[in-house]
């Protein structure tokens, strides 16, 4: 009761506390380079739309304007001889300042010939492929996300979420093990808290703190040579570098836990941004009534950046976290589980980075990265207190990553490079098997593993013609597990239809992955296979305003060389392998998977006040088993639907909506009777996947207003999660307390609410 008269007392603070705006102004900050070599360039014309306001970038490209009216401005940034950018919503805070990095493209075409039209959608010939991107601003206003980068991406039709109390991805059909990420050009080798040995995420929260974050790049529609070891997506994230000029800072306090971000320059060539953050999710937990577990969580993310002289830029990053989830005796006896205990996380990762400008015509980035995890499960008997599962994962990775940029001519870019990962782990695995296995009681192994792996690829980047854009990649691969080449061609043609409005995008694209760590050290034959994965896409892009467009895409992948179990075997799970860990002895690479669907995404920008995006789609995604019995993958919801919007008529509040409206989960029904019998869970094998969960919906409310002091803003946010209280069914489960088959349920309605301080 006392919590909900908190919520109350704050939803009333929003509406009714009233603050005198002392200071109304805010700065704009960037810096203007050249796209081909990364070189500043001076003399840039800045100036902000219907405004007199104006400057022009120094030596070093900066630019800074300040004392500017808050609000939001259309941005125009010229060069002699690049094409001019146009940026739109640029909002203007007061007390604060946003930093945009602008990268200028050349032009061949004579300036007076140039006709700029304001678009909410820049398309940059820097990226050949197409991606999805998000800055720090759309990461903030985002309602039911908690600025968690999952679930950001989670509104996309092309990804299918599992809740809010998870973290998963699943990108076009394909499983949460599918997807990579990259921080400024650094393997990060999980961006989640309470990751299991599987891929899967076990909680809320994710491990990334967004305000460190200036863009995300995600692709789902095939990406470039120069990712690799994935199936399904790449994000490719910037962490924004720190305040050149002044210290300044930021600090949340929220009803899920509390952070503060510092950041400002060492000298005049050393920057540095750091945060800190640390849950207090138990006591949520209990407010909620969400027994049988008590997650925490904390993290330390920093960022130094050093630039020596125009043509050399060193940049240090660590990112450390840790997570708990327990779960005792007594709250999983009160939620009918037949297992207790705890799964506990730890992941660091440093990384360096060193960016070489050579010439007016080629630049490199490299990188060296250290990451290491231990991730231990360890689950108990309600009943008998012994061992059914105990998974002891500790991993350490070395990775060395080049990429160089070389533009050949006017039309032709050349991009290319290396990529060496060298890979650590070391298993204390036992797994418990049902009683009713007359074939074997247990799984247990104490395995280390080695496996390097040595890329080398390549992409050419053509402007055949002004409207015609063709990108060729090869990646090759090769493992010491292995031991064979592995190709990836990939292939991308942007043509555009009519000019500045319509754009058609054919992709094709092989890729590899490799077989999960913890099946290689169980692998007594050694027969197992990298995964491959075959993906056509067809892609239409068409602007129905300069702040709407829409996008209509169609795609089939084709998996081979996935593991799974050799035989049919009545005990034995015959779920998809690479979606979620099984753990049989005698996994073989045999197993094909197919996904195919239609998307459409309708995306809406910042103009007269409003913002949203409406995205859905319809798709399948199966596999073929033992028996040659084509079956749902775990994650098969067969449709998604999104509607995501805002509205900002002033600057100093801001109310936005998320409704979320997917396809029932696949699951096998329980055999109640023989779970009576035998004093355990016992499926019906024989009918896997064939069930589905009702359908997943949920409404999710967020509203923030900003008081502005006189050196400081306080931005107070209240957000209702699951609003009218959905009773979102995750699983069902055999309770052997109750004897009876029971479920599990997503949250009920969540409040969050919170006070954060620009400072």
């Known amino acids: 009761m006392r919590l909900n008269q908190y919520y109350i007392l704050l939803f009333l603070i929003f509406i009714n506390v009233s603050w005198a705006q002392i200071n109304s102004t805010g700065a704009i900050k960037g810096r203007v ?13 800045i100036s902000l739309k219907s405004s007199p306001i104006g400057t022009i970038s120094d030596e070093q490209g900066f630019f800074n304007i300040e004392n500017i009216p808050s609000g939001n401005y259309t941005i125009k940034i010229s060069y002699i001889g690049f ?5 739109v919503d640029v909002w203007i805070r007061p007390n604060a300042y946003d930093f945009l990095n602008i990268q200028l493209e050349s032009s061949i075409i004579k300036i007076d010939e140039v006709s700029v039209e304001e678009s909410y959608f820049n398309k940059s010939m820097i990226n050949e492929y197409q991606s999805v991107s998000f800055n720090r601003d759309d990461m903030r206003r985002l309602p039911g996300s908690g600025q968690e980068i999952t679930r950001i991406i989670n509104t996309l039709p092309s990804v299918a979420s599992v809740g809010e109390n998870r973290q998963d991805m699943m ?3 394909g499983g949460p093990t599918e997807n990579g990420f990259i921080i400024d050009n650094i393997l990060i080798p999980s961006i989640s808290h309470f990751q299991q040995p599987d891929g899967r995420s076990n909680g809320p929260v994710g491990l990334i703190n967004t305000d460190m974050v200036e863009n995300l790049e995600f692709y789902s529609n095939g990406f470039s040579a120069k990712y690799g070891n994935k199936l399904s997506s790449y994000g490719d994230i910037s962490y924004r570098s720190g305040n050149r000029e002044k210290s300044e800072g930021y600090a949340l306090l929220g009803m899920g836990g509390a952070g503060a971000l510092i950041e400002g320059p060492i000298n005049n060539k050393l920057t540095y941004i750091a945060s800190y953050r640390r849950s207090y999710l138990d006591v949520i937990a209990d407010a909620i009534n969400a027994s049988g577990g008590m997650p925490s969580y904390d993290d330390f993310q920093a960022k130094l950046d050093f630039k020596s002289n125009v043509y050399n830029t060193f940049s240090f ?17 009160e939620v009918g589980e037949d297992r207790y205990g705890e799964l506990k996380n730890n992941q660091t990762t440093i990384g360096f980075n060193y960016k070489r400008i050579w010439n007016k015509k080629s630049y490199s980035n490299t990188s060296f990265s250290y990451s290491q995890q231990s991730s231990t499960a360890n689950f108990l008997n309600n009943i008998s207190d012994s061992t059914v599962f105990k998974n002891i994962e500790k991993t350490k990775v070395k990775n060395v990553r080049q990429i160089n940029h070389l533009k050949l001519n006017q039309n032709l870019n050349l991009e290319f490079g290396f990529d060496f ?6 298993y204390n695995y036992f797994r418990k098997l049902p009683e009713s296995n007359p074939f074997l009681k247990e799984i247990a192994f104490y395995e280390d593993v080695l ?14 013609s002004k409207r015609l854009i063709l990108s060729a990649g090869l990646r090759l691969d090769q493992n010491d597990y292995e031991k064979i080449n592995l190709y990836s061609p990939r292939l991308n043609i942007d043509y555009e239809v009519v000019r500045g409005k319509t754009n058609l995008i054919l992709n094709i694209g092989k890729y590899h992955q490799n077989p999960p760590g913890i099946y290689v050290a169980n692998d007594i034959s050694k027969v197992l296979k990298s995964v491959k994965a075959i993906q056509y896409s067809l892609n239409l892009e068409q602007m129905i305003t300069p ?7 169609g795609y089939q992948k084709n998996y081979e060389d996935s593991p799974i179990l050799p035989n049919s075997n009545l005990f034995q799970d015959p779920t998809f392998l690479f979606d979620e860990l099984r753990m049989y002895n005698g996994i073989v690479s045999n197993g094909t998977a197919l996904a195919e669907g239609v998307e459409v995404l309708v995306q809406k920008k910042r103009a007269e006040n409003f913002y949203g995006l409406i995205g859905g789609s319809i798709f399948n995604s199966t596999f073929t088993d033992y028996d040659g019995i084509k079956r749902s993958r775990n994650h098969n919801y067969g449709y998604i639907f999104n509607i995501v919007g805002g509205y900002r008529p002033k600057d100093n509040w801001e109310l936005s909506i998320r409704w979320s409206y997917f396809g029932g989960k696949p699951y096998t029904p329980i055999n109640l009777e023989s779970s009576i019998r035998g004093d355990e869970q016992i499926l019906y094998l024989d009918q896997f996947n064939q069930e589905k969960t009702p359908a997943y ?20 946010f209240f957000e209702i999660w699951n609003t009218y209280n959905r009773e979102n069914i995750e699983t069902y489960f055999y309770s052997r307390g109750n004897q009876q088959i029971e479920k599990i349920v997503y949250f009920s309605t969540i409040p969050v609410g919170g006070f954060g301080l620009e400072f």
Not at 704 to 714: A, D, I, P
């Open 33 to 45: 380079i050249n796209a081909d070599n990364q070189l500043p360039l001076a003399g840039a014309n």
């Open 83 to 87: 094409k001019t950018e146009i940026r």
């Open 171 to 173: 990108v076009r059909g």
């Open 317 to 333: 990053l660590t990112i450390i976290g840790g997570s708990l989830y327990q779960r005792d005796k007594k709250g999983a006896k």
């Open 421 to 426: 990962q060298n890979t650590s782990i070391g």
């Open 451 to 464: 496996i390097n792996n040595y890329a080398a690829f390549i992409t050419i980047k053509n402007n055949i």
């Open 547 to 553: 702040s709407t467009k829409l996008t209509i895409s």
């Open 697 to 716: 919906h949920s409404l999710f409310v967020r509203y923030e207003k900003r008081y502005n002091l006189k050196k400081s803003n306080l931005i107070v």
